[in-house]
């Protein structure tokens, strides 16, 4: 029986699934992979602190990752803290002690993924990163491994569940964005401040993860083009579902003929396909390989149990020596990158949704479609309801168009312009159709 020495770097919500699984499970992992791992180290800020969790006799609690670097028996550590500094710090330090090591932190890869794996390359050990990105659905495995013969064509999916239970529980119970965050929080699926979730950094990070495994392009959270959720409208969630959409907020990544597209962005998506009916707290992923073609990764995309399971099956891939082969073959984040020209939003081209509010006068749609075809955007469908009988001359309704595939720059020049209009009421709502 093998015995792999461990370090927990944090005991909060993941870290204590890790430590759970590890100690109530150690007979079950002995029996499926041959190792016993043991919990030497774990390294936290408040030593003294109630845990939910008991660890074995002989862990010692510490606050100091020296105790951790300088121990020859502790072979990984599982980095769980979380945020920039001082993670960042100690995984390079524990990496020149040499230790392989396994996160759960996306912000630190994706903003600091080259300077880290550059670090683990020279000193020839590994860093593991499953449960960086979508919790407990083992989607780097699958690019890493599964997918590897293929040329990814794109990669497009639900990868925040905060922000995906609040538009589930605006489109389903008629909240406002304030009622549904607030509901989110009570439920413990939003923090306090829910910024990093709701206006899309918190997905970015994750899309930049993907595209180092799907297309080999070193780029970071920064700069994925970002957009939130906190300008969606029960207006617009119900114009959307008389169409046939529903909205997600999207974090998509497609390769094109002249470069590579990263957005996070809401989107209409039509209903009864696989990504608009992701629900509540749960991520979705789907994939499309030239020689696979689609695929579809469905699951938990949080939570302490999921993310600690992807966490412990990278420490059994680390202790067999998975890790560190897969390691070596991919080069993540290297120098010699694909060098894809990261195109501007401005650049791509999809279908989009636009809803004005206008004046009930003839001729109103025409000045608008004049608008659209001058800037090379074509509608393809038009909702505009009748008023409500007591309105008034002059009142304004809403005017709801879909447009076929027209350039970024083209729809937001003539938002711009028809905007301008006196028959018009901004801001007017533009969002992106992912069909």
Known sequence: MKQVGVALLGLGTVGSGVARLLTEQAERLKRRCGIEFRIKHVVVREPDKPRPVT?????????????????????????????????????????????HI??????????????????????????????????????????????????????RG??????????????????????????????????????????????????????????GQRISGHQVFRQGITGIQQADLRYAAELGYNIKLLAV???????????????????RTPLAEVRGVYNAI?????????MFFYGLG?????????????????????????????????SNDKGLRLLAPEETRTRFYFRFNVQDRPGVLAQIARVLGEHAVSIASVIQHEPPPDSQAGDTVPLVLMTHRARTADALSSLEEIDRLPIVSPPSVLLRVED
């Open 55 to 99: 660890l074995p006799p002989e862990t010692k609690i510490v606050t100091d990752i020296r105790a951790v670097a300088e121990d020859p028996e502790v072979e990984i550590a599982v980095e769980l803290w979380g945020g920039i500094e001082p993670a960042r710090q100690a995984v390079l330090t524990l990496l020149r002690h040499g230790k």
């Open 102 to 155: 396994v996160t759960a932190n996306k912000a630190l890869l994706a903003e600091h993924g080259p300077e880290l794996f550059d670090t683990a390359q020279e000193v020839e050990r590994s860093i593991a990163f499953e449960a960086s990105v979508a919790g407990g659905i083992p989607i780097v495995g699958a690019l890493a491994h599964g997918l590897s013969a293929n040329r990814v064509q794109f990669v």
């Open 158 to 215: 639900v990868l925040n569940g905060t922000s995906n239970y609040i538009l589930t529980a605006m489109s389903d119970s008629q909240h406002t964005y304030a009622e549904a965050l607030a509901d989110a929080q009570a439920r413990g699926y939003a923090e306090a401040d829910p910024t990093l979730d709701v206006d899309g950094t918190d997905a970015a990070q994750k899309l930049a993860i993907l595209v180092q495994l799907a297309f």
């Open 253 to 271: 990544a497609r390769l094109h003929e002249d470069g590579l597209e990263a957005r996070v962005t809401p989107c209409l998506v039509r209903k």
């Open 286 to 294: 789907q994939i499309q390989g030239d020689a696979v073609g689609d």
């Open 302 to 334: 949080a939570g302490q149990m999921p993310t600690a399971s992807a966490v412990v099956a990278d420490m059994i891939d680390t202790a067999l020596g998975r890790a560190q082969i897969t390691f070596r073959m991919l080069r993540m984040w290297a």
